[in-house]
């Protein structure tokens, strides 16, 4: 009678684990596709990045090779491929160079409108910033200052990485309209900030006194003249850039936008 008893537990407690590994091993096969087809995913797009990032690095290079030789149809054509490749990293140096291009042929709204694009695509607010204010430097001749005061007022903060040059080329802007008390505050703001090197300390002193002296166009010629961009950031500063270094490495910045 035991042996029966004994059996027949023995027998529930079998039903109960099937029940139980009917139960569960539907949800541990969904866990383990779930995990499988993340780590595919994660392998696919890293190699994804990389094959990118690969491409953008070689015709970075061949777009900087053939401007240093002078044949800019060829260095735009890479560029252009590189700016595709879909590395936020070179799209956005891509982007740059053919702004700078741009500028050479003297088309300063279509060269603003590659830094904007840029400035979208960088990859860190450094590069994007730098290509922000290029836009706005670029446009000091042509667009109208609510435009600039709308571009230049948010790189103004002070906890964006070019603020003082902003503020510079926004008084520029002003100057230029015609704004000589409004520009005559940023200048004195220039001149005593700490964060300002020295030779614009210089400029906005030399601005200030020709306003007061009623030279206010001897300012803009003076001042615009004598107006540089920024130094670029470490990461930017160097030989360009190889399909193992970082994606937001680059060559140089957009060259004399400000000048």
Known sequence: MVDLFDEVEEELRSDRYRNLLRTYVPWVTVLFAVVLLGYLGFWGYTAWQDRNLAAGA??????????SAGDSKTALDNFEAAQKAGAPGYKTLALMQQ???RLELNKP??????????ADAAPNQIIGDLARLTAAQVLLDTAPL????????????GKRP?????RETLAMAKLMAGKK???????AVIQLSLTAPE???QRAQLAIALIDSGEAATAVS??????????PPASMVGAPPTATQAPDAAQSPPAGAAQ
């Open 99 to 101: 702004g700078n291009l």
């Open 109 to 118: 709204e279509e060269a603003a409108k590659l830094y904007d694009q840029a």
């Open 58 to 67: 070689l015709a970075y290079q061949k777009g900087v090779d053939a401007l």
């Open 222 to 231: 003076a001042v615009k003249t004598a107006a540089t961009m920024p130094p």
């Open 199 to 201: 030779d614009m300390r």
């Open 146 to 157: 609510p435009q600039l005061t709308t571009r230049l007022t948010p790189l103004m903060d």
């Open 181 to 187: 008390d409004d520009a005559r505050k940023d200048f």
């Open 162 to 166: 070019y603020a003082i040059f902003a």
